[in-house]
């Protein structure tokens, strides 16, 4: 595997950088509430710096399908990134066309501009070449250090790479290199999945399975197996779709809970109540792993080399139903660096880790939900494409 990074392009200084970022970040009362995106990001905007390159920042915020929302407007990302940066960075309300043109070329070399959400142009999610074209021309090279969009055909991460000479940012090269030590493990390798919906996941499940020592199933995602062996899973969150995907998942070293958490009220509102998997009743809903999974996944995580985290345990939001997700997140963190190489990866299980106050002790933590699990199975990356060979 050959890296295009930044780091190799020629006569740098003073260029114009059309850089991708993914600052796809929650806004509360119009600032950011959880800035871990763009942080992740800052070193490439330094590395930038440092040769008084012309950083152009586009991005794309929400799903605004092709239409001006002003939620979904970059300018408190903008703000807020000058504060992070301690620099000014300046922003304009379009993406191509003439306002972004003539805010482009009154660029100084080391300012910073970012551009208005990409997806307020209908072009961008459909690849369109015509948009790619115009996003082009504002600069003089293109860099992708946006990785959590990296599986997505949008003009933005695929057909602006036929326009520009293309490099991959310092984050996306790093997400590259620690996910191909999940590809290429250190046996064993112990993956741990959770959440709700196993439509986005068979695909991963199905390819880790067969590197995997074990492979650890808990969050709603259990359900579906449960429901498969004719268990009672009671008002469990599930749906058919999932169930008959479920069906075709049947590698032995795929491990269900062997106790759960219940509640009468779905919404994790109830009393709790640690079950046997096989005593659920129809009138319960299952929200967490049980004491006895906890101790169990632990004594596989300890003997891992390699270890994958995707997904949390139960309705880990709820005090109540915590206990199994925290756990958990606090065994890979304990066990990474040095012991075991660990990587977690997606939003809600992020959150998780942070919770516990123990991230720092995780070797890599991916900026990539999707993404990260569409790297994992194989599948096809536009976003890497001419940048990753």
Request: hydrophobic share 40%.
């Given at each position: 595997m050959r890296i295009k990074s930044i780091r190799q392009a020629k006569k740098l200084a003073g260029k114009r950088v059309l850089l991708r970022a993914d600052f796809n970040v929650p806004l509360e009362g119009g600032r950011v509430a959880d800035d871990y995106k763009i942080v992740a990001g800052l070193p490439t905007i330094r590395f930038l710096l440092r040769y008084r390159c012309k950083i152009i920042i586009a991005n794309h915020l929400g799903r605004p399908e092709g239409e001006r929302v002003k939620k979904y407007s970059l300018e408190p990302v903008a703000r807020h990134l000058g504060r992070l940066l301690d620099e000014k960075v300046g922003f304009v309300d379009d993406c191509f066309g003439l306002k972004a043109g003539t805010a482009v070329g009154k660029m100084r070399p080391g300012e910073i501009l970012m551009l208005e959400n990409l997806r307020f142009a209908k072009g961008e999610e459909k690849n369109d070449k015509k948009f790619a074209r115009q996003l082009a021309s504002l600069a003089d090279i293109y860099v992708n250090d946006a990785f959590a969009n990296s599986h997505r055909q949008h003009a933005s991460m695929s057909a602006i790479k036929r326009y520009l000479p293309s490099y991959a940012g310092l984050l996306l090269a790093e997400e590259v290199e620690n996910l191909n030590k999940i590809i290429r493990p250190k046996p064993p390798l112990v993956a741990v999945i959770g959440g709700a919906k196993i439509g986005t996941k068979i695909s991963f499940i199905k390819e880790i399975s067969q590197k995997s020592f074990k492979v650890l199933i808990g969050g709603a995602l259990a359900n579906n197996f449960f429901a498969v062996r004719g268990m009672e899973i009671g008002r469990s969150m599930v749906d058919k779709k999932s169930i008959a995907l479920?069906?075709?998942?049947?590698?032995?070293?795929?491990?269900?809970?062997?106790?759960?958490?219940?509640?009468?009220?779905?919404?994790?509102?109830?009393?709790?109540?640690?079950?046997?998997?096989?005593?659920?009743?129809?009138?319960?809903?299952?929200?967490?792993?049980?004491?006895?999974?906890?101790?169990?996944?632990?004594?596989?995580?300890?003997?891992?080399?390699?270890?994958?985290?995707?997904?949390?345990?139960?309705?880990?939001?709820?005090?109540?139903?915590?206990?199994?997700?925290?756990?958990?997140?606090?065994?890979?963190?304990?066990?990474?660096?040095?012991?075991?190489?660990?990587?977690?990866?997606?939003?809600?299980?992020?959150?998780?880790?942070?919770?516990?106050?123990?991230?720092?002790?995780?070797?890599w933590i991916s900026t990539g939900g999707g993404a990260t699990l569409a790297f994992l199975s194989g599948a096809e990356m536009p976003g890497l494409s001419k940048i990753i060979k």
């Open positions: 479920a069906r075709k998942l049947r590698a032995k070293n795929i491990l269900l809970p062997i106790d759960v958490v219940v509640s009468d009220n779905k919404d994790g509102s109830g009393p709790a109540e640690v079950k046997n998997v096989f005593k659920v009743n129809k009138n319960e809903a299952i929200l967490d792993i049980g004491p006895k999974t906890i101790r169990l996944y632990s004594l596989f995580l300890k003997k891992a080399q390699t270890i994958i985290w995707n997904g949390p345990m139960g309705m880990f939001e709820q005090s109540h139903f915590k206990h199994g997700t925290l756990s958990i997140a606090r065994v890979i963190a304990s066990r990474s660096r040095g012991r075991a190489f660990g990587v977690v990866g997606g939003g809600e299980t992020i959150e998780a880790l942070k919770i516990t106050g123990m991230e720092h002790y995780v070797d």
